[in-house]
């Protein structure tokens, strides 16, 4: 699987938008950009997932660049529940998915 | 959406006590399920996937004598600690998914402390 990077942490106001950005430069044609984000003491949550073409849902989007060696997720207006580290993950045909070290983002009031 | 269920949430026990966790996927049938593990502040590491019906494949430096993984159906996953000691006490996740793209879904976690 492709490896990500991307930044340890960031802030944002509350009611603001969060752009959180992933660059996954060695992603290869069949693998898929996912995103997860895990609160204190759970399991990751699904977010959303991606292969080149935007993706929208009810809570965020997903921008992946035409080359496809980074992406953005994007909450729209971010809440103080949304914080949580957020991890972009890059899978492919093998199924597992491997985690680094994710963006630890911080909605601040 | 996909639920996975992960049981028990906290254990507490004794050093060389075996620990079993159970994970299920309640409204959809997981081909393969993943064992991942936890330390604080730490992100996930993966420790092995399971396929239904099929031997676990542990990822290096993992001990598969150490870390059993039953996967007997396609709603169920087991994995036990034998003889737990307290280098063993982590925060152990599940997930599963379907096939194809479709996403992992994870449990909530067994934090487990051995004393």
């Known amino acids: 699987d492709a490896k990500t990077t991307q930044p340890t942490s960031m802030d944002c106001a509350e009611g603001r938008a969060a752009n959180l950005p992933c660059n996954h430069s060695t992603i290869s044609g069949n693998e898929y950009v996912y995103w997860y984000r895990q609160i204190h003491s759970q399991g990751p949550q699904y977010i959303i997932h991606g292969l080149k073409n935007n993706e929208t849902n009810e809570m965020v989007s997903l921008i992946i660049t035409e080359d496809r060696k980074s992406s953005t997720l994007i909450l729209p207006h971010a809440t103080l529940r949304d914080t949580a580290v957020y991890y972009c993950i890059v899978r492919g045909n093998n199924n597992d998915m491997r985690f680094g070290a994710g963006t630890r983002l911080t909605v601040k009031p | 959406g996909a639920v996975v269920s992960q049981h028990p949430s906290r254990v507490i026990c004794k050093s060389g006590t075996s620990v079993k966790i159970e994970c299920r996927s309640l409204?959809?049938?997981?081909?393969?399920m993943f064992w991942y593990r936890q330390f604080p502040k730490q992100s996930l590491m993966l420790m092995a996937t399971?396929?239904?019906?099929?031997?676990?494949?542990?990822e290096q430096g993992v001990e598969k004598d150490k870390f059993l993984i039953n996967h007997a159906s396609l709603t169920l996953s087991t994995l036990t600690v034998t003889s737990a000691h307290p280098e063993d006490s982590s925060f152990y996740i599940c997930?599963?998914?379907?096939?194809?793209?479709?996403?992992?879904?994870f449990g909530d976690g067994t934090r487990l402390s051995i004393l």
């Open positions: 997930s599963a998914s379907s096939e194809g793209n479709q996403p992992q879904h």
């Open positions: 399971s396929n239904e019906g099929s031997k676990a494949t542990y």
């Open positions: 409204d959809f049938q997981a081909t393969t």
